[in-house]
């Protein structure tokens, strides 16, 4: 007789970047593997559902996708506070848009509190590379100082977008697991001295710091 099926765990993620990226593109192509091309239309947020399977395991994704305009920025401390994993998206063409990605990616760990978050650069647009502005290897160097693979993209072309996805349900999971075992350490050393002792002679009286 079959297991029984089990139902997906779901997992929340955000968008992040500059108006006119390619954000609602990239969540678009990979919600619907449709390219969304009704020119740009900005995003306040838009949430997006999709089950997704990694390593063999499913996974429900909701997927906010957010505002680049600065009219909107009190509004990302409820973002932040919403994902677990970050798409923070730049466009190859466009340099300021770049060059705010190290920005947003402090904005995120001041409300998260941590010192790590999991976050996939993605450098969007690379079916344009002849109106270039920003190189792979700034890119490449910008996500390594910030702890975050880098992944080129195209929401045009469909280059990319679920390998970018992908990585982050990894990371994601990964750093679930590592909170996990910290926190089954820290509480090990508390059940180990809470049990009597098998010895005849006490020891003392034991501090626990």
């Known amino acids: 007789m079959a297991p029984p099926a ?6 929340k993620l955000v968008v992040v970047g500059s108006g006119g990226v390619g954000k609602s593109a990239i969540t678009i192509r990979f919600t619907t593997a449709q390219f969304y091309d009704q020119g740009y239309n900005p995003t306040i947020e838009d949430s997006y559902r999709k089950q997704f399977v990694v390593d063999d395991e499913a996974v429900t ?3 906010l996708d957010t505002a680049g305009q600065e009219e ?5 401390d409820q973002w932040y506070t919403f994902g677990a994993g970050f ?5 190859i063409t466009d340099r300021p848009t770049f ?3 190290p920005g947003f990616h402090q904005d995120i760990l001041r409300v998260k509190d941590r010192p790590y978050v999991p976050c996939v650069v993605i450098s969007n647009k690379c079916d344009l590379a002849r109106l270039r502005a920003v190189g792979q290897l700034e890119g490449r160097d910008m996500a390594r100082s910030i702890q975050a693979p880098f992944i080129e993209c195209s929401a045009v072309d469909g280059v990319n977008v679920d390998v970018a996805f992908r990585e982050l349900v990894k990371l994601v999971r990964k750093e679930e697991r590592r909170q996990s075992q910290a926190a089954q350490r820290l509480l090990a050393p508390a059940v180990h001295e809470a049990k009597p002792s098998s010895s005849s002679h006490s020891r003392g009286c034991c501090i626990i710091m």
């Not at 089990?6 to 997992?11: K, P, Q, V, W």
């Open 6 to 11: 089990r139902h997906a765990r779901e997992m």
């Open 99 to 101: 060059d705010s990605i």
């Open 87 to 91: 798409l923070l998206v730049y466009s």
């Open 61 to 63: 994704l909701e997927i």
């Open 72 to 76: 909107y920025a009190a509004m990302a």
